[in-house]
């Protein structure tokens, strides 16, 4: 008997592994991402993952999502909201609440924030869409909803956290979203492609006082206090060369705009910023 239940134990222990090791294109088990994810489970598209429940994963992506940006604007003046943000003992700086991506390649142990050079081959190259294709990326939403917790209270993402509910139920709920494809230059690569997610969520002036007035609880938030900011697109001289870019007036302010927003964000995607903040305002 106990030579037959040392069997059956040893059997219940190989159908265990061949369990949490089993994949295929239908689905795949993995503890790490909170258990079985079957095809319903999984978005293929961003346009999906924004339409669905944002804790489903998404994969199928040719490039990888590096990260979210929350896109807060002001009822009424259509002005971009941007935050005082500080880092350690920096200067503050004007910047936007978002952050890295968490995915997951078979490689992996788990989940993991984005870096470029999880993307890059042995030979130094970025790796190919069909490589991509398989890498499970967290939800956008769910990205950017962790990102805000963890940037204006300064603690690490706590589901049981409620006091921003009010602004997680406005990210989730709204399909305002737009996906902007990078091109930029990593190590010996000329052209590494990236996705970023930019969501517009629509607050009052009393929202925006309220939201001050919450964060004013954590002493280790990343950003200080919220504004509303007016913005216009400009064209500049560039290499010699005119280009247009969004410039947010801080004009007479003793702090500047973070170099990554300004030189970067409001640079190569002006337009994408500029269509999605005065996107015809549509209830979803």
């Not at 259509?78 to 936007?96: A, F, H, Q, V, Y």
């Not at 509910?165 to 996906?179: A, G, K, R």
């Not at 970023?196 to 280790?220: E, F, H, P």
Request: hydrophobic share 35%; aromatic share 10%.
């Amino acid at each position: 008997m106990r030579g037959l239940l040392a069997a059956g134990a040893i059997a219940a222990g190989l159908c265990t592994v061949a369990f949490v090791g089993y994949k295929n294109k239908e689905h795949f088990y993995d503890k790490r991402l909170g258990g079985i994810y079957i095809k319903g489970n999984i978005c293929e598209s961003f346009d999906g993952s924004i339409k669905s429940n944002p804790n489903k994963v998404i994969k199928g992506l040719d490039y990888p999502l590096e990260s979210t940006v929350l896109v807060l604007v002001e009822e009424g003046t259509n002005n971009i909201i941007m935050s005082l943000g500080k880092r350690g003992d920096k200067s503050p700086e004007w910047t936007l609440v978002g952050g890295k991506a968490m995915s997951w390649k078979r490689t992996e142990d788990g989940m993991t924030d984005y870096s470029d050079d999880r993307f890059i081959t042995k030979d130094g190259e970025q790796h190919l869409p069909q490589d991509c294709k398989e890498v499970v990326f967290e939800n956008p939403r769910r990205c950017l909803t962790r990102e805000v917790i963890e940037e204006l209270t300064g603690e690490k993402y706590d589901p049981a956290c409620h006091d921003f509910d009010w602004l997680v139920d406005m990210i989730n709920n709204t399909s305002d979203w737009t996906f902007v494809k990078t091109n930029k230059k990593v190590k010996s690569i000329d052209d590494f492609h990236t996705y970023i997610g930019l969501c517009r969520v629509m607050i009052c002036t009393k929202q925006i006082a309220y939201l001050n007035s919450q964060i004013n609880r954590y002493i280790d938030r990343e950003h200080i206090y919220f504004a509303a900011k007016s913005w216009v697109v400009k064209e500049v001289e560039s290499n010699g060369k005119p280009k247009n870019r969004l410039q947010v007036n801080v004009d007479g302010d003793d702090y500047q705009i973070r170099k990554f927003n300004n030189d970067i964000m409001f640079s190569f995607y002006w337009k994408e910023f500029s269509d999605l903040i005065m996107k015809e305002n549509i209830e979803n």
